[in-house]
């Protein structure tokens, strides 16, 4: 039996730096909240499917040299993976508090209905973030 291959802190660095390059245009441009106003939890819930697909697709499928049995596991799931699902997701969700883009662009909604607005506004951007976020890991 092989060793799993641990997962280390300078990967997870490599899948930020690509997460918040990818997900910096898409949180502060007016179209993508437009977006997400008009977004349904069903909607949202495809992005967040579509998004771990890409993002393992991207890890495992598009990298021959990985594989997802050789690799440190939490709770039967490659840490690999955790880690970029939480890149894609954390990178938008700081940049979009960090600039304020809840409040520039959703001022007119009440604060539960801005919170609703938002994570649906984190997973339109979080598609391009766990592009970023999969193709540093890839790269580097």
């Known amino acids: 039996m092989q060793e799993r291959q641990k997962h280390k802190l300078a990967d997870t660095a490599q899948q930020i ?3 918040f390059l990818l997900a910096g245009p898409f949180v502060v441009t007016q179209e993508v909240w437009m977006l997400a106003r008009n977004m349904t939890v069903y909607h949202s819930l495809f992005l967040v499917c579509a998004i771990m697909a890409i993002g393992y697709g991207g890890l495992y499928g598009a990298d021959n040299d990985r594989d997802p049995s050789r690799e440190a596991v939490f ?10 699902m939480i890149v894609a997701f954390g990178s938008v969700a700081t ?17 539960t209905d801005r919170l609703y607005v938002t994570f649906r506004a984190m997973s339109v951007a979080a598609v391009f973030s766990v592009v970023g976020a999969v193709t540093t890991d890839s790269l580097f």
């Open 95 to 111: 940049l979009a508090y960090a600039i304020t883009a809840p409040d520039l662009f959703l001022s007119d909604l009440q604060q």
């Open 75 to 84: 709770a039967g799931v490659p840490v690999r993976f955790i880690s970029v």
């Open 17 to 19: 730096v690509g997460g």
